[in-house]
C-alpha cells in the first residue's frame, strides 16, 4: 500500500539493525524508539499519538518478555506489530445492520475526500454481498454532483433517488427523507445518503449534515477522510465529531503516495474505528478495513488473508479444479494459460496483489516497476494463435510466430519470451500439483516452502559442507542450519513463527483447505 511506503520502510530498515543482537540493550531499545517516533512523525501521526505509542512500545520492550525472549530483536518486532494493531482499533468493527430495514447510512466529510465515488464503492460491494443499496442524492450545491452520482450509480449497477437537480436548487434534507420513505416503499435493504462538502469546516456545512442526521436517524454515520490529508485530519475529525457524531470512519486514496498519518491518528484521537479503505480509483478498489491485516502491511508482514479473499471472489472453484487436474497430467495448454491470466485480472492490481506478500516492501523498486499491460500484450498474442497452436505450442516454427508477432502487435522476441515463460509456468505448476516445491530459474527452491524435491547438495565449497571437529560447535551449527529456513520466508526482518503476525493455525488450515480443493 502506497501510503504506508514511505513508513513501511523506515521501519522495516530500523529493526533489520536489530536482528545480529543476540540481547538487547537498553541503549538498543531508546535507539529503536527514537527511530520509531522520527517515522511515526514523518508519517503525520499526531504527536500525542506518537508519544503514547512509543511510550508503551519502549516499557514493554525493556520488559522481562523481551529479555527471556529467545529471539528478542523479533520479540520487539512482534510489540510494535500488536501496539500498531491497537492504535488502529484492535478488533475489526463491522456495518450496524437496521432491526427492520432499510439500514440508513449516511456519508459526511470534506469536498475533495472522495465522498460521490466513495457512496458509488460501498453499494457496489453492499450488491456483492447479495443486498440491494439506494443511493440518495443530497449534495445539492456542488456542480454536477447529482449528475456524477448518478453516472456512479449506474457503473455500480445500483438505483438511485435524484428528485431535484442540484448545482444549489433543491433541499436536501428533504430529499434525504423521501429517500429512506422510497427506499421502504421500493423495498431496498440500504439506503446510502451523499451529503454536500465544504473546502472547509465550517457552521452552515456542520447545521446542514446535522439536520439530515436527525432527519433521518441513520443506523451508521461514515466520516469520509481523504488519507494524504496529514495533520489537519485530527482537527477536520474532531469537527465532524462534535458537529455530526459520526460512528465509524472510512479513509479514502490509500493508495496514494501519502504519509498515511491520518489512518495512525484518527482511531486514537476520536475512539471511532475505521470501518472501510478505498484502496484505487476503480469501484472494486474498495475493503473492510482490518487494524491487524493494515499493521502486517505497514510492517512488511504481508496480507495473506485478504489476498485468498480476492482469490475466492475472482477464481471458480470447479475451474480451478479442472486446470488442476490438467496441471499433473501434462495437458495444460496456452488457451488454459490465458483463462488462469483472465481470471487473475479479475481479482484487481496484480502490482497490489503482490504487495500484500510478506516481504516485498524491499522489491518496491520491482513493484512499482511492473507494468500491468505486460498481462494485456500476452493475452493479445495468444488470441492471436490458432487453436491447434495453442494446444500444441511445439509446432511454432519461424514463419507461424512471425504471423503471430503482426497479429499482436509485437516482436517475434515478444512470441518466444511468452512461449518459454509458458514452459517454465507449466513445469513449476506440475511440480506443485504432485507436491514438490517450485523452483525459479536463478532462484532454487521458493523460501518457506517446506523441503526439497529432490536431494539437497551440500553448503559450502568443493564435495561436501565442512563441519566442525568440535561436537558442541557442530551442533551450533545445525541449530543454525535449522533456523535459517524459518528467516528466509515472512518479512524484511525475519519475524518467524513467533510473531503473531505470521498467519494463525486457523488461517493456515483454511489456505490449505483452498489449496486442497485447487490440487484434488
Known sequence: MATFGNLSARLTETFKNLRSKGKLSAADVDGTVREIRRALLEADVALDVVKAFTATVRERALGDEVNQALNPAQQVVQIVNEELVGILGGEQRRLQFAKNPPTIIMLAGLQGAGKTTLAGKLAKWLRDQGHTPLLVACDLQRPNAVTQLGVVAEQAGVDIYAPEPGNGVGDPVRVAKDGVAEARRTQHDFVIIDTAGRLGVDAELMQQASDIRKATDPDEVLFVIDAMIGQDAVATAQAFQEGVDFTGVVLT??????????????????????????TGEGLGDFEPFHPDRMASRILDLGDILTLIEQAQQAFDEEEARKVAEKIASDAFTLDDFLGQMQQLRKAGSIKKMMGMLPGMGKMKEQLDSFDEREIVRTEAIIQSMTREERQNPKILNGSRRLRIAKGSGVTVTDVNQLVQRFEQAAKMMKTVARGGVPQIPGMGPMPGMGGHGGKK????????????????????????????????????????????????????????????????
Open 457 to 520: 547438495k551440500p553448503q559450502g565449497k568443493g564435495k561436501g559442507a565442512k563441519r566442525s571437529g568440535n561436537p558442541a560447535k557442530r551442533a551450533q551449527e545445525a541449530a543454525g542450519a535449522v533456523a535459517r529456513p524459518a528467516q528466509a520466508g515472512g518479512s524484511g526482518f525475519g519475524l518467524g513463527a513467533g510473531g503473531k503476525a505470521q498467519p494463525s493455525e486457523e488461517e493456515l488450515a483454511k489456505l490449505q483447505q483452498m489449496l486442497g480443493k485447487g490440487l484434488r
Open 253 to 278: 486514496k490509500l493508495d496514494g503516495d501519502a504519509r498515511g498519518g491520518a489512518a495512525l491518528s484518527i482511531r486514537s484521537v476520536t475512539g471511532r474505528p475505521i470501518l472501510f479503505a478505498s
